[in-house]
């Protein structure tokens, strides 16, 4: 995805990662829940974690945010 950045490579279930400030805000637009640290230079730090039991519609759901 374009404009995203990680801060550690991903090894689990866990993402650290920088997001375009737009995709941030699209993504808490549409209801999504994950923690974030601010706003530095038009990026958001985020924390996102995925639950195993999160069925895969929604994954498919938040990466077609992510996407737009």
Known sequence: FEGIS????PQ???IFCKLPLAMHERLKAAGA????SG???G???????CDWSIPTDHITQFLGICRT
Request: aromatic share 20%.
């Open 6 to 9: 990680f801060d550690y490579p």
């Open 12 to 14: 689990a279930n866990v």
């Open 33 to 36: 829940s994950y923690y974030d």
């Open 39 to 41: 706003v530095e230079d």
């Open 43 to 49: 990026k958001v730090s985020v924390r996102l974690v």
